[in-house]
C-alpha cells in the first residue's frame, strides 16, 4: 500500500488542523498535525487511511482511475449542451474593462436568413441532445423596433424547438423588453453589477458617460417581479472589491437574495486577449480569493449574497459530498459552443469574435474545420502533459483552454488552478469550527 497520487493535504487557513481530500475516492476529511504525521510515515494508527482511498494499491488505483475517466466521457455525452448566439458585438456601454472593442464586424447586420441558418444547424448538429441557447454580445438587448423583433425572432424560434433562453446582457434596457420576456421560456438572464451606484457608475456608463446604475437595478426589480430568475454578476478587481460588502448589503435590503430566483456570480476581471490598461488592478486567482476571504471574516453577510467557490470548499459545505473527478475543467466543443450573427463558429465565449478562432461557418454555409475543433475535443488532462501526474488535476481539470492558449499559444497547456491554496481558505470560510487559531 502507497500514498494515493490523487491525495491533497494541507494546514486549513488560520488552524493548526489539517484537510486531506481524494477526488477519485470522494473522501474529505479533517485532520490533526499528529494523524498527518502517521499518514506521512505510513503508520495507520487508529484512522483507517486505506477505507477512504488515502492509501492504494497502485494498480487497483490505476483501475478505480479508467473506470472513473470513461463513467465522466459516458455522462458528458447526455450532458446539456449551452449554445451561444452574439447577435452583434456591439454596445451601448463604455465599459472601463471591455475587450471587444475591435470585434464589431462593420457592414454586416443580423437577420432572419442568418436566424434560420443558426437553428438548421443546431438541428443537424445537437440533434436529440438537450441544449439552450445563451444570447450574449456585444450587448444582446439594444432597444429599437428591428433588433427587438429579430431578439423575438430567436426566441419564437427557440420555444418552436422546446429550447430554453438565456440572456447575458448589461441590463439598461431590460424594461423595454420585459413583455417579451413575461411570455418565454426564459432560463435566466444575466445582469452585471459591479457595485453600489458610486462604483458601478464610474465603471459601467453609456457611451456619453452617463450612470447605469439606477435603470440595471430597476430592470432587476421587474424580472424579480415577474419571477423572471435573474443572475447577477459583478466583475471583480483592485478598485471596486472594497465595494463588495455594502453591494451585497444592498442586495439584501432590496430583498433580492430572498428571493428563489436570484442567484449570484463574481467575475473576475483579467487580461484576455488584448493588453488592458492598468494592468496592477487585476487579481490573480489566488490573490482574488485571499481577499474574499478576508472580506468574508469580516464581513460574514457577503454568504448571504454569494457564497465563492474555493475550489470544491463550497460544494463541499453544501451537499457534504465532494464532487465527481473533474477530467476536463473547459466545456468548449462538448458541452459549449458559440456562434455569431456573420455565421462564425467558435468553441466558447473565451474565443467568440476573436479573429483566427473560428472553427467554422453556418452561413451562408455549413463548414466545420475539423482538425481545429479536434484540438479542443481531445483536450483533458490525459492529454494535456503536466496534468497527467498532478495530484490536483481532478479538482482542476485541466482550467480553461482559452486561457492556456492565449497565454501559451497552443490548446494542449495547461492553466492551472491553485486548487490546493483555495482549499485552504475555503476550508476555512465554510467550516469555521476548524479555523480557530
Known amino acids: 500500500?502507497?500514498?494515493?497520487?490523487?491525495?491533497?493535504?494541507?494546514?486549513?487557513k488560520d488552524s493548526d488542523e489539517y484537510f486531506i481530500l481524494n477526488s477519485l475516492?470522494?473522501?474529505?476529511?479533517v485532520i490533526s498535525s499528529r494523524t498527518y504525521s502517521d499518514l506521512l510515515e505510513g503508520n495507520p494508527g487508529n484512522y483507517d487511511f486505506a477505507s477512504r482511498g488515502y492509501l492504494v494499491d497502485p494498480e487497483a488505483e490505476k483501475a478505480s482511475f479508467r473506470k472513473a475517466y470513461l463513467k465522466f466521457l459516458d455522462e458528458r455525452e447526455t450532458d446539456e449542451v449551452q449554445l451561444f448566439f452574439v447577435p452583434n458585438y456591439s454596445c451601448n456601454f463604455s465599459c472601463s474593462y471591455c475587450y471587444q472593442g475591435d470585434y464589431q464586424v462593420k457592414g454586416v447586420l443580423m437577420d432572419k436568413d442568418i436566424i434560420d441558418a443558426f437553428f438548421r444547424h443546431i438541428d443537424a448538429e445537437f440533434?436529440?441532445?438537450r441544449r439552450y441557447i445563451t444570447l450574449f454580445g456585444g450587448e444582446p438587448l439594444l432597444p429599437g423596433k428591428p433588433h427587438g423583433n429579430l431578439v423575438k425572432y430567436i426566441i419564437e424560434s427557440a420555444a418552436g424547438r422546446n429550447t430554453d433562453i438565456a440572456v447575458v446582457t448589461n441590463g439598461y434596457h431590460i424594461r423595454e423588453y420585459i413583455d417579451l420576456f413575461r411570455h418565454a421560456r426564459i432560463r435566466e438572464i444575466q445582469v452585471t453589477l459591479d457595485g453600489t451606484r458610486e462604483v458601478h457608475d464610474n465603471r459601467r456608463t453609456l457611451k456619453n458617460g452617463q450612470g447605469t446604475f439606477d435603470r440595471i437595478t430597476e430592470g432587476v426589480e421587474m424580472l424579480l417581479e415577474n419571477n423572471i430568475p435573474v443572475n447577477l454578476r459583478m466583475v471583480v478587481d483592485r478598485d471596486n472589491i472594497e465595494n463588495l460588502p455594502?453591494?451585497?448589503q444592498f442586495t439584501i435590503d432590496r430583498g433580492w437574495t430572498a428571493c428563489g430566483n436570484f442567484s449570484t456570480q463574481l467575475g473576475r476581471n483579467y487580461e484576455l486577449h488584448d493588453c488592458q490598461a492598468g494592468r496592477e488592478r487585476l487579481f490573480s486567482r489566488i490573490d482574488l480569493y485571499r481577499e474574499l476571504y478576508r472580506l468574508i471574516k469580516r464581513y460574514p453577510h457577503i454568504l448571504d449574497f454569494h457564497k465563492p467557490a474555493f475550489a470544491?470548499?463550497?460544494a463541499l459545505y453544501e451537499t457534504g459530498e465532494l464532487p465527481a473527478p473533474l477530467f476536463d475543467a473547459c466545456p468548449g466543443t462538448k458541452t459549449e459552443w458559440a456562434f455569431d450573427y456573420t455565421g462564425k463558429i467558435y468553441s466558447c465565449t473565451a474565443t467568440a469574435g476573436k479573429r483566427g478562432e473560428e472553427l467554422g461557418r453556418f452561413f451562408p454555409e455549413r463548414v466545420?474545420?475539423?482538425?481545429?475543433?479536434?484540438?479542443?475535443?481531445?483536450r483533458d488532462i490525459l492529454s494535456i502533459k503536466e496534468?497527467?501526474?498532478c495530484s490536483l488535476s481532478l479538482i482542476c481539470g485541466g482550467g480553461c483552454a482559452a486561457v492556456a492558449r492565449n497565454r501559451n499559444g497552443c490548446n494542449g497547456s495547461p492553466d492551472c488552478?491553485?486548487?490546493k491554496e483555495l482549499l485552504e481558505l475555503g476550508i476555512a470560510a465554510y467550516f469555521p469550527e476548524h479555523a480557530g487559531k
Request: hydrophobic share 40%; charged share 35%.
Open 1 to 12: 500500500m502507497e500514498l494515493s497520487r490523487f491525495n491533497i493535504i494541507s494546514e486549513i
Open 25 to 29: 475516492y470522494g473522501s474529505a476529511d
Open 127 to 129: 440533434a436529440g441532445r
Open 246 to 248: 455594502a453591494l451585497a
Open 312 to 314: 470544491v470548499s463550497r
Open 368 to 378: 466545420m474545420y475539423r482538425d481545429k475543433i479536434e484540438a479542443w475535443e481531445e
Open 387 to 389: 496534468c497527467r501526474d
Open 417 to 419: 488552478r491553485p486548487v
